[in-house]
C-alpha cells in the first residue's frame, strides 16, 4: 500500500539561472482522474516558477499506452525532462498487465535512450476509489509529486555537471 505524501522524500532545490523547458504528457482516458493528476503537476511547476526559470510545454494522447511516443516528441522539441501522466485501472482481463508493462518499460527505455529524466506519474491501481486517493485524496496527489521529481532530477544533473 501507498504511504502518504508526509512520509515522501523531500528535495532541497538548489535553483539555478539555468532555463528549463519541462514537458507534460496527460493521458485522457479516466481523465475525471488525470486532470487532477495534470492540474498537480502545472501548479507544483508554476510554484516553483517564482525562483527557478521553467517553461511547460503540455501534450495530451488518448490512454496510457500513447504516453511514450509523445514524451518521446516533447524530447525530441528540446524538453529538458518529460512528467507522463496517467491512471490505469484493473479491470477483468489482462489488458491491465499488457498497457501498465508496455508503458512502463516505454518510458523508463525513453529516459536512459534520451540521458534526460521521463518521471513516472502513471497511476496503477486495483480500484477507482484508490486512484482518486493518489489524486488529490488522502494519498496526496501524485501530479504533483512527479513535478517535484523531474525539478529533482533537473537540479541533480545541474549538480553533477558542476563537479
Sequence with gaps: MATAISSSPSPTFSYNTKHYQI???TAVWNQHITS???NGAVETLNHHKAFQSISIIEATVPGA???PTAAQWLLDKGCDAVITLGCV???DTPHFEYVCESVTRGVGELSLKTNKPCIFGIITTNTEEQALERAGGKLGNKGSEAAEAALWMLFT??????Q
Design 89 to 91: 485501472i484493473k479491470g
Design 36 to 38: 487532477v493528476l495534470r
Design 23 to 25: 514537458g507534460v504528457v
Design 157 to 162: 544533473k545541474e549538480s553533477i555537471d558542476q
Design 65 to 67: 499506452f500513447e504516453i
